[in-house]
């Protein structure tokens, strides 16, 4: 079993840039596919962006190609989402989550462990 904690979250102005950071506990997140997701409220939680399990592949949402970056450091068990050019439409609860899958990274179902969010708000 794994447990994720994020951080980084907070109040930024439209254009700004924020650093998440998803920490692991209790196992290697080298082993896992991560993903990140938001949910804002009346709102479905959506995929934003993922890092494969199999070979470091990443993939990211429309909305956020070319202003978010994934990526993870193995030394030190964390995942981060480097997100830049932010809009107020990227408020959002951001979490991040850990599963086995290897294919259709938007589906929230692979992920068997999440985090319990940080709150990311863009002003315009």
């Known amino acids: 079993q794994v447990q994720l904690v994020e951080s980084g979250g907070g109040l930024v102005r439209a254009g700004g840039s924020l650093r998440l950071s998803c920490a692991a506990s209790?196992?290697?997140?080298?082993?896992?596919?991560m993903g990140w997701f938001r949910h804002t409220p009346g709102k479905e939680r959506e995929f934003v962006t993922a890092i494969s399990r199999i070979d470091g592949s990443t993939y990211y949402a429309d909305s956020v190609k070319g202003r978010f970056t994934i990526s993870r450091d193995n030394t030190k068990n964390t995942v981060y989402l480097q997100m830049s050019l932010l809009k107020p439409e990227d408020t959002a609860v951001y979490y991040c989550?850990?599963?086995?899958?290897?294919?259709?990274?938007?589906?929230?179902?692979?992920?068997?462990?999440w985090g319990q969010g940080t709150q990311v708000t863009v002003s315009s």
């Open positions: 989550a850990a599963g086995y899958l290897g294919v259709d990274f938007e589906r929230r179902s692979g992920y068997g462990y």
């Open positions: 209790g196992r290697t997140l080298s082993r896992y596919t």
